[in-house]
């Protein structure tokens, strides 16, 4: 039921969008039919073989997705250096644990807590 609801409020967006736009007729703010006509116009008139794409479409879609992979591996790999840092320094804790809730665990159960084996979680 809830996935209908997300459509249907993307739906009634779209519509929204597309009267809203209809009623004021202006260049910067195209109805969202004139912006699909013009992708298929501009991105999928190209040959089978490339499929369907047209140059302007692959000179576009590849240098974003270039961009799209640097940034991830960018990202992922900072993360990894946190994240160890994080884990391997006390020092690297303190100062940058104040960054992410998640860096702190989570406090153990009142159950668990009373077993002499495990230790007390860090405070934050």
């Known amino acids: 039921m809830t996935h209908l609801f997300r459509w249907g409020v ?4 779209v ?3 597309q009267l809203a736009a209809g009623a004021h007729a202006s260049v910067f703010f195209p109805p969202p039919s004139t912006i699909a006509a013009h992708m298929r116009g501009l991105w999928f008139d190209g040959p089978v073989a490339h499929a369907f794409l047209s140059e302007t479409a692959v ?3 590849l240098p974003s997705v270039a961009r799209m992979g640097a940034g991830f591996l960018l990202a992922a790999a900072l993360g990894v250096v946190l994240g160890l ?3 391997r320094s006390a020092y690297a804790h ?3 644990s104040w960054s992410s809730p998640s860096c702190c665990p989570a406090r153990p159960t009142a159950s ?3 077993s002499p084996t495990r230790r007390a979680a ?3």
């Not at 993307?10 to 967006?13: E, H, M, N, Q, S």
């Open 122 to 124: 860090p405070t934050c």
């Open 85 to 87: 840092a994080l884990g």
């Open 94 to 96: 303190a100062a940058l």
């Open 15 to 17: 519509l929204l969008w």
């Open 59 to 61: 000179g576009n879609i």
């Open 112 to 114: 668990a807590s009373s």
């Open 10 to 13: 993307l739906v009634l967006a």
